[in-house]
C-alpha cells in the first residue's frame, strides 16, 4: 500500500514562496506519475502538475511560470515550488501518484493521495 505524507504548506504574503513536498513509502516513487492538486473552499479539485516518470513536467496555465515541479528519487519525494503566490492560490495542495508511468492530469486518474496540506495567502 502506498503511503503519501504532504508537508510545507501554511500562511504567506502575496509575492511570497512556499516549498510543498510528498514523501512516498510503500512503494518507489521513480517509475510512476506523481501530480499536484488543489482544492479551494467550495470549489472542484484541479490540477496544479505533474511530473512523469521521465522526468517531463506539466503545468496548469495559472500557475505555468511561477510554481515548479520536482523529484528526487533518493530521497522518493516530490516537490512543488510556488513563487509569487497570489491570494488565489489559496487551496488545500494535495498529492497524489498512479500505479504507473501512464500520464494524466484529471485527479480521478490517480490512484493514491495524500492527506493535503493548506496553502493560505494573504493580499
Known amino acids: 500500500q502506498v503511503q503519501l505524507v504532504e508537508s510545507g504548506g501554511g500562511l504567506v504574503q502575496a509575492g511570497g514562496s512556499l516549498r510543498l513536498s510528498c514523501a512516498a513509502s510503500?512503494?518507489?516513487?521513480?517509475?510512476?506519475?506523481v501530480g499536484w492538486f488543489r482544492q479551494a473552499l467550495g470549489k472542484e479539485r484541479e490540477f496544479v502538475a505533474v511530473?512523469?516518470?521521465?522526468?517531463?513536467?506539466i503545468y496548469y496555465a495559472d500557475v505555468k511560470g511561477r510554481f515548479t515541479i520536482s523529484r528526487d528519487n533518493a530521497k522518493n519525494t516530490v516537490y512543488l515550488q510556488m513563487n509569487i503566490l497570489k491570494p488565489e492560490d489559496t487551496a488545500v495542495y494535495y498529492c497524489?501518484?498512479?500505479?504507473?508511468?501512464?500520464?494524466?492530469?484529471?485527479?480521478?486518474?490517480?490512484?493514491?493521495w495524500g492527506q493535503g496540506t493548506q496553502v493560505t495567502v494573504s493580499s
Open positions: 511530473i512523469k516518470a521521465s522526468g517531463g513536467t
Open positions: 510503500g512503494r518507489t516513487f521513480s517509475s510512476v506519475t
Open positions: 497524489a501518484a498512479r500505479s504507473d508511468s501512464v500520464v494524466y492530469t484529471s485527479p480521478e486518474k490517480f490512484d493514491y
